[in-house]
């Protein structure tokens, strides 16, 4: 009954609800992007004291040699000489910056020696696969991560190019098919941060939204055991992991303990245990899943999920179910 | 002289073309395995033959422009047709080849090595036909009367392009079919 | 005819911005749907490039340039007709997608494999290819005609050291336009190869992504600078004129230009910085990129060298190029920032992006041609555009160009990427976004105040005579009274200001 209250709702005022704070490059919460900041600070610097002289050239010259003030008088010629140091200058401050960003690159992003990650990210066209090696846990789009450690995140992709940013993390890097790439980053504190798909990659690449938990490493290691752990079938859920199965869903996703077992779209067994749906797009409550069951293009049009025309009361039903997938 | 520098400036572009379709090609050399697959799929010596035969008429060409300059020109003509036939035997050596691939299931559907093989010799063997094209009309100014005749340049910038697609070939042959077996 | 069709293009690329700007007014709009979205960001950015931006500089050029250097037509006319025609053709063929099923969507830059069949299949990519193909073989013709025509057909003693300067950034930058189109017309095969006949260049089986990258920046790096080239030499021309001095450092300027052609085919992966190639990879073109800011630096500071000094008249094409100075500068700035490879990685792919881009382009290219525009119209059209609607049309472009692009830096350090449909509520993002948006429209405005000017001017313009702006080149030299024909006669020619030199010889005698 709630079903068509929800989606009428919708319909009528904003329908991206959930709010971000600003990720800002120039905050850094990572220590590579501190390094990087420290870089970009001094650029900043550099690039003002150019543009401040060519300002300040401009202007006295286009003052003090202004046609009406100088109606009689003789051209003046600029001594050759200025050429050596409008040359010199530049160019020490260019070998300056390349040997900086040269030591900067070597600490953020060393070449790949080989040594396994700590966490696999696969982009596809639009939400986030996450794989845990060393724990078997696979989920997506919300992505929790040990704070105050040194991490290797592989960076693959499913489809197109995509690209794995995090403002405030610092660098981005590609994701890339047929290619395996890295980042680095070691996070200074427990917190969410927010990103975006930074290559475009289609219809919805605006809104392919990163959401980063970065933990203590108690809770992340309890996340990651609650994520281990498979879906227990008790008598209450049964139905709605028959009417899964039957509807169709269990050939694109997965939900861990039941016999669906599809790989093309994000993983659900611990759908219920995450803050938001749809790459971070709207908050994650039964009114909100159903509303996107019943119309799957409305908030993210274009998605590859198909619209099922399912009857009010088998979405009512899959989002009961979902939701008690903690 | 503005015609045959407006040759050589399109062979110029012509030839950064090409060599974009070679770093294609040898872009996939690793992945596509094609170290293994030129050698074993393709007759170096064949092709060499036909490489032979191209070769051969870029001198008939020769030949046919020094006659038309001395104003002989029925052997120019002649020449003419010698490069002529020679380029079709060319086109037919490739075109033989092609249908042995696609016989064993090489074309340009079915792998990266079909792809750039397939792509790189198409786009040279299209340029070919461009040139007997050309030179069929050439044949026609070589025999009849036209103002200006004695002292025309078309024969010599035509002969720039056709010198030019054999060069091409050359870098060609020697990166599909002699690569392999130099490293 | 260059600049007709260069303008018809410039109202549909500029409305398709128009367009996109209203949609990024406020967070979470849905006023265009993403389908449409990603189609107009994408015809935008191929249409200011191929089929704006290039028409309009290199018809000019194929106008002035004759002229300059004393001759009395290109050296293949017909040629040059042909290029015209093709480059129109393939600007509809690719405006022709629109009713054929769909715009190409994938981004001006149409990166593998989202340009493969799987992904994107609607026809627009291959009418984006086709188009672009076509558009390509009219640029490389008249680049071989101009090559051609200067360095055959100059007037009896002008050698080349004594070419002006747009003549001379005419001739690099033809150079630079037959060496970086093939690669684009080989990726545009082979993109049209995989398309339609299942090759498997850029697809996910075998074929790589990467390479189409390579490709695509191998010619599109050189591009900018065949955008900026023809630009440089009309400020080269407006500074001398409007300074009343020779050009500081004529060697300079001509060499560095050389040396940007030359460092261009060198640089092109700090598009890639973020692909993950190495650090090897990655410091050999930081360096090469970072080294081609110098002689581009070497030029500005010849340029205010050459006002310093002199006795400046602030007329239109003057204003235009001071204030390209100081925006360029910007836009130039923001650019050897993403050569610093840190910096490239934390901004890449970001709103900073277009806001260097527009820079460069509009403070760089396109200023260009609005100097251009007002420096030559005498020439072309025998009337002077009006001044004062001129000087309106200025303030209110800069104005609104600077409250566009100067904005999206910030955005870009708040974390919004680009090619977006749209943007969520993050603090400081709508605002930021309106206030550009409001920009643009100052823009659209201004523009409507220069096409009033143009026809205005055309019908009842003051007549222009010769010689309007006492300027020192040839192309100012009285015409032929014979349709068809440059010059009936010429001076002789002993030094780079011919028409300097004849008017004070006459003031001598």
């Avoid at chain 3, 925006?327 to 840190?342: Q, R």
């Avoid at chain 3, 600077?402 to 993002?429: A, E, K, S």
């Avoid at chain 3, 009274?481 to 005698?509: C, I, M, W, Y």
Wanted: include cysteine.
């Amino acid at each position: 009954m709630f079903v068509p209250l929800v989606i009428s709702d919708r319909l009528m005022h904003d329908t991206i609800s959930t709010s971000i704070p600003l990720q800002s490059v120039l905050n850094a919460t990572t220590k590579q992007a501190e390094e990087i900041n420290s870089l970009t600070n001094w650029f900043f610097i550099a690039a003002a004291f150019i543009m401040l002289v060519v300002l300040t050239f401009t202007v006295y010259v286009i003052m003090r040699f202004n046609a009406d003030k100088r109606r009689n008088k003789e051209k003046k010629e600029l001594s050759r000489k200025w050429e050596i140091p409008m040359i010199g200058i530049p160019s020490a401050m260019i070998i300056v910056f390349l040997v900086y960003s040269i030591i900067t690159m070597g600490h953020v992003l060393p070449d790949n020696d080989n040594s396994p990650p700590d966490l696999i990210v696969i982009a596809h066209q639009w939400w986030w696969e996450a794989r845990y090696p060393d724990y078997k846990v696979v989920t997506a789009n919300e992505i929790h991560l040990p704070a105050q450690r040194n991490l290797k995140i592989q960076l693959q992709s499913a489809d197109v190019i995509h690209d794995w940013w995090v403002p405030s993390f610092g660098n981005k890097m590609d994701m890339i098919p047929g290619r395996l790439n890295y980042i680095h980053i070691n996070v200074k504190k427990p917190g969410v941060y927010y990103g975006t798909c930074s290559e475009f990659c289609g219809r919805q690449h605006a809104q392919m939204r990163l959401i980063i938990v970065a933990e203590k490493n108690e809770d992340y290691l309890q996340w990651l055991s609650q994520q281990q752990r498979d879906v227990v079938m008790e008598s209450a859920t049964l139905p709605g992991a028959a009417l899964f199965i039957r509807e169709g869903c269990g050939s694109c996703h997965t939900i861990k303990g039941t016999p669906a077992n599809g790989d093309r779209a994000p993983e659900l067994t611990h759908l219920a245990s995450r803050k938001t749906l749809l790459t971070g797009l709207v908050p994650n409550d039964s009114g909100e899943l159903a509303g996107f069951i019943k119309a799957p293009h409305f908030i993210k049009p274009g998605i590859n999920m198909p619209d099922f025309r399912l009857p009010d009361s088998t979405v009512r039903k899959l989002a009961g179910y979902l939701s008690c997938l903690k | 002289m503005q015609n045959k520098l407006m040759m050589k400036l399109a062979i110029g572009s012509e030839a950064i073309f090409f060599l974009a379709f070679i770093l294609g090609y040898l872009h996939f050399w690793d992945q596509g395995n094609f170290q293994l697959q030129a050698s074993t799929q393709l007759s170096a010596s064949k092709s060499a033959l036909y490489t032979g035969l191209l070769i051969l008429s870029s001198v008939t060409f020769i030949v046919a422009e020094k006659t038309f300059n001395e104003r002989k020109y029925n052997r120019s003509l002649w020449w003419m047709l010698c490069t002529i036939l020679l380029g079709v035997i060319f086109l037919g050596g490739q075109g033989i080849e092609y249908y042995e691939l696609i016989q064993h299931n090489i074309s340009l559907s079915t792998g990266v090595f079909g792809t750039a093989f397939f792509a790189l010799t198409g786009f040279h063997g299209l340029h070919v036909i461009i040139g007997l094209i050309i030179m069929i009309y050439l044949c026609w100014l070589i025999k009849y009367d036209y103002p200006g005749k004695q002292n025309s340049t078309i024969i010599s910038t035509a002969g720039i392009y056709w010198h030019f697609v054999d060069i091409v070939w050359i870098c060609v042959f020697t990166t599909i079919y002699l690569l392999p077996f130099l490293i | 005819m260059y600049l007709f069709t260069a303008l018809f293009f410039f109202i549909l690329g500029g409305g398709a911005a128009l367009l996109m700007r209203t949609q990024l007014a406020v967070a979470n709009n849905r006023l265009l749907s993403p389908e449409v979205y990603n189609q107009i960001f994408t015809m935008h950015g191929t249409t200011m490039v191929f089929f704006v931006m290039m028409p309009a500089l290199l018809g000019i050029s194929v106008y002035i340039i004759p002229l300059m250097i004393g001759a009395n037509d290109m050296a293949f006319p017909r040629l040059n007709a042909f290029s015209l025609w093709i480059t129109l053709l393939g600007g509809l063929l690719l405006y022709f997608s629109f009713a054929a099923g769909g715009a190409p969507d994938a981004g001006w830059f149409n990166y593998a494999p989202l340009n493969q069949f799987y992904y994107s299949f609607t026809k627009g990519i291959d009418y984006y290819a086709m188009g672009l193909l076509l558009g390509g073989i009219g640029s490389v013709s008249t680049a071989i005609n101009l090559i051609v025509t200067i360095l055959t057909m100059r007037i009896k003693g002008m050698h080349l050291t004594q070419l002006p300067l747009f003549a001379w950034m005419g001739l690099v930058n033809s150079f630079l336009i037959i060496g970086a189109f093939p690669a684009l017309n080989a990726a545009l095969c082979m993109l049209l190869l995989d398309r339609q006949l299942h090759a498997h260049f850029f697809n996910n089986s075998g074929g790589s992504a990467l390479l189409w990258q390579h490709l695509f920046w191998m010619f599109g790096h050189p591009e900018v600078y065949i955008l900026i080239l023809p630009a440089f030499g009309v400020y080269s021309e407006v500074f001398q004129v409007f300074s009343g001095k020779r050009i500081y450092g004529y060697g300079f300027v001509a060499g560095s230009t050389v040396a940007i052609a030359l460092l261009s085919f060198g640089v092109w992966v700090h598009h890639m910085f973020a692909t993950g190639l190495g650090n090897t990879v990655n410091t050999f073109f930081a360096a090469s990129s970072m080294l081609i800011g110098i002689p581009t630096g070497i030029k500005i500071f010849n340029w205010i060298g050459t006002m310093y000094g002199g006795s400046i008249r602030f007329t239109v094409p003057m204003m235009f190029a001071i204030a390209f100075l100081i925006e360029f500068t910007i836009g130039g700035l923001s650019g050897i920032g993403f050569s610093i490879v840190p910096i490239d990685w934390e901004l890449t792919d970001s709103y900073f992006v277009v806001a260097h881009l527009h820079y460069v382009f509009i403070g760089g290219s396109l200023f260009g041609l609005f100097a251009a525009l007002f420096y030559w119209f005498p020439r072309m059209s025998g009337r002077m555009l009006d001044e004062k609607l001129g000087k309106w049309f200025f303030w209110i472009f800069v104005t609104g160009f600077n409250m566009t692009f100067f904005i999206q830096h910030f955005l870009g350090l708040m974390g919004m990427p680009r090619r977006v449909y749209t943007y969520p509520d993050i603090p400081g993002y709508t605002i930021l976004n309106f206030i550009s948006t409001a920009g643009a429209f100052l823009m659209a405005a201004a523009v409507l105040l220069l096409l009033y000017n143009i026809y205005i001017s055309i019908k009842k313009g003051t007549p222009a005579g010769t010689d309007p702006w006492d300027a020192f080149t040839l192309e100012w030299y009285p015409p032929s009274t014979h349709p068809g024909k440059n010059f009936d006669e010429l001076p002789e020619v002993h030094s780079r200001q011919p028409l300097l030199d004849l008017k004070k010889a006459s003031v001598n005698q």
